[in-house]
């Protein structure tokens, strides 16, 4: 195996753990307008519950994310280039909807006025909604293949995207992350909060294993190989492992599955498109490849050096991060707001 198989296999994971920590960062923000009315507490309060989930540890769910894109760039510049030339607009939509997002979580609480926090509230739900659905867009694109040229450059439009493989893939990803969220706020509750999540996970994870058992067939029938056919089985089992344990109020092995079914999906859209990063439908030998995208030997070497040398510390760290708030959270919690009161000085 050379380096750029390693690359290529070292950017799967990159994405993989992306998806899957911040898959229920979104999940979270998704389920706002449900798990954050009041019923026996303010609204406020347990829309506070919610964001405190996810409060230590989402910040640090997106470097996954930064590390990818800074991977993508330094080992595959070809790649790099094409896709964020031609997916320009989605990816524009995805990194405004997360600037959004950042800015009402961390804002949301600065001043104590319902109307800020509401549209704060939208900021989150926004900035959670359009990234979950987008990233599904666009991966399903890249392994389906997109118009490039001879030079390398993606010529279709912004409505060749939308394609039916390619918005099931949106689909897809939308309720494999409202699912995945929900079980992780269950896991991470408790109360009424809780057990509204409890019965949102069951309420969602029949049409999830129906629209996600939907996109992973399709993708292994057009565009899988032999071998798989073992990841497509270990998604829908995880999938299927998913209805029965929320049914049984199993959240934690609920959200261990969930954590399955999305890495066992990645790993068979990045197994599908290997050799290739992004195939061209004009022609086949216009597609880029790990060998005419990728960087060269001299830099993938330096890069693997440091890979090695960092790579251990951050997953210490960040496993240190969830161990220390492994805690469940309830309305109880949360103290009054010492937000700033509109107009005063």
Known sequence: MGLQEVWFILIAVLFTGYFILEGFDFGVGMHFPVLGRGKTESADTRRRVLLNTIGPVWDGNEVWLITAGGALFAAFPEWYATLFSGFYLP??????????????????????????????DWGIIFGSWVPAVLWGV????????????????YV???????????????VTTALVFALHGAVFIALKTSGDIRTDAVRLSRRLSIPTVLVAGSFVVWTQLAYGKTWTLILVAVAAAALLAVVALVAAEREGWAFVFTTVAIAATIVLLFAAL??????????????????????????????????????????????????????????????????LKIGTK
């Open 274 to 339: 290997f050799p290739n990063v992004m195939p061209s439908t004009l022609d086949p030998a216009w597609s880029l490849t790990i060998e005419n995208a990728s960087s060269s030997a001299y830099t993938l070497k330096i890069m693997t050096w440091a890979a090695v040398a960092v790579t251990p510390v951050v997953l210490l760290y960040q496993g240190w991060t969830y161990w220390v708030f492994r805690q469940r959270i309830s309305t109880s919690h949360i103290p009054p707001s010492i937000g």
């Open 138 to 153: 666009a991966f399903a694109n890249i392994v389906r293949g997109v118009a490039i040229d001879a030079d390398k450059q």
């Open 91 to 120: 990816l524009l939509l995805i990194l405004l909807a997360l600037i959004v997002r950042v800015c009402a979580i961390e804002w949301r609480g600065k001043i104590d006025d319902p109307v800020w926090r509401r549209r704060c």
């Open 156 to 170: 279709g439009g912004f409505f060749a995207l939308l394609n039916p493989y390619a918005l099931l893939g949106g």
